[in-house]
């Protein structure tokens, strides 16, 4: 069981490059949510789905896109990097029962852009 | 407007010393509650969390929090701090009701005195 894995751990890009972040659960949570987190900022929400094939758009959604094709995978992709996304991206999973409604999160993606 | 206020960017205690990182809220909701704790390079963990019921909830670590509906505060005590509790700390808030509304503080960074 190896919770929220996500997928690469640090990155390097050019401003107007392109990429994918992976993050994927097996805890099978119906709920994965990506957050930034800039320093003084805490946490912020870019993109969330509350299932298979569902996204929707959180606190800071410009420049990002999401899908979410398989319960078990969530990408975040950046089309046109910029200097500005320059942040830690986390990924994170939710059980919304009853009783373990708690967001698990996973290690962090580091994203420079240049 | 719903918010999470952690007043206190920085602390530092002695070791050994008791501790308590404030966090007070704004939301419209029923509030869930939780404080998470985010090691240097890594993501964030559960310390503990609110649902209902008694207002003090223990959690991992040795820590507990207070919930005090009056005051709008949720704030995290340990009577004895050790090194490795060094961290940076995030109060977060949301409701069961909605998929997207986790609110996150600022975060508080704990530096611990020899």
């Known amino acids: 069981n190896a919770g929220v894995t996500q997928t690469p751990k640090f990155r390097v890009l050019k401003t107007g490059q392109s990429m994918t972040l992976l993050c994927a659960q097996d805890m099978n949570h119906e709920y994965m949510y990506w957050y930034r987190q800039d320093p003084g900022m805490g946490l912020r929400l870019i993109h969330y789905?509350?299932?298979?094939?569902?996204?929707a758009k959180g606190e800071v959604p410009d420049g990002y896109n999401v899908s979410r094709l398989k319960k078990q995978n969530f990408l975040l992709g950046l089309e046109s990097a910029a200097p500005s996304q320059t942040s830690v991206y986390f990924c994170?999973?939710?059980?919304?029962?009853?009783?373990?409604?708690?967001?698990?999160f996973g290690p962090g993606t580091r994203l420079t852009v240049l | 407007a719903q918010s999470v206020t952690q007043p206190d960017i920085h602390i530092t205690v002695s070791e050994g010393a008791s501790l308590e990182l404030r966090c007070n809220y704004s939301y419209g909701a029923t509030p869930y509650l939780f404080w998470y704790v985010q090691s240097p390079g890594q993501g964030l963990q559960l310390l503990l969390k609110y649902f209902s019921g008694d207002t003090l909830v223990q959690g991992i670590k040795g820590f507990e929090a207070e919930f005090k509906r009056s005051q709008s505060s949720f704030n995290l005590r340990k009577p004895s701090v050790h090194w490795s509790d060094a961290a940076e700390y995030f109060c977060a808030v949301g409701a069961r009701s909605s998929a997207s509304k986790i609110i996150f503080g600022s975060g508080t960074r704990l530096s611990i005195r020899p």
């Open positions: 789905s509350v299932g298979e094939g569902t996204t």
């Open positions: 994170a999973s939710r059980d919304p029962g009853q009783s373990t409604d708690t967001q698990y």
